[in-house]
């Protein structure tokens, strides 16, 4: 099966797709769009790991979603998320980090403990982190500096590369990942809103992927509807637009940044 775009951060895992799952990947193959499932907790990372195992062109991501850090027992589901980290088809720790919006002190504490349990899994598996960041309401502290903090403990624990999912960060946060030699990924709110156009066209397009996060934020002309893997094209199309480079040129270099990042076989 020819693959032309990759949907790197998907969660057709989650019970939105339970009643047509097989029916959103066929439409996802027909698209030649190959995805990558993440796993938030212990079910859906081995919900995430049953749908790699049973699908060619589906891989897997396992971890413990930062805002579920707060639950009494996410450290038990994560024993228990380290026992598929070294599954072949599973290419990368996460989804974890550090989410710092509706978060107490207390909290941030936990969510730094725990992510820094996922680096050392990274580690371990010598497999890179899929991240999810997402700063305070006010950054003007930083300890509600989310992305300022998790760059920090990456540069001084881990020994694998990153990616920041849904990259809502400022273009010196962008500066400061592409530096490190890691990546970020961009949804269908490129579509609809102008945020990030100065980083995407400021970024080396080595250093960016492309994701759904679906079933969520679904890019125009869908918006409104449930996002599902095959809208990534959208995404794509819109990155080599804001580029004004040619959907070929950054759709294959997207793939390579893929294959790169997640150790995928170059048939992928």
Known sequence: MNIKYIDIHGHINFPEYDTDREEVIKRAQEAEVGMITVGVGQKSSEKAVQLAETHENIWAIVGI??????????????????????????????????????????????????????????????????????????????????????????KKHAKVQANFHFFAGTLQDSKNIVEMGNTMSFTGVLTFARNYDEVIRNTPLENIMSETDCPFVAPAPYRGKRNEPSYVMEVTKKIAEIRGESLNNVSGQIMENTRRMFSLPASF
């Open 65 to 154: 979603h930062p805002v579920d850090t707060n639950k009494e027992n996410a450290h038990l589901e994560f024993e228990s998320v380290k026992g598929l980290a070294r599954h072949p088809k599973v290419v990368a720790i996460g989804e974890c980090g550090l989410d710092y919006f509706h978060s107490k002190p207390e909290d941030m504490a936990r969510q730094r403990e725990l992510f820094l349990r996922h680096i050392e899994l990274a580690n371990e598996a010598g497999k890179p982190l899929m991240l999810h960041v997402r700063n305070g309401k006010s950054t003007i502290s930083n300890s509600n500096n989310a992305y300022q903090e998790a760059i920090i403990l990456l």
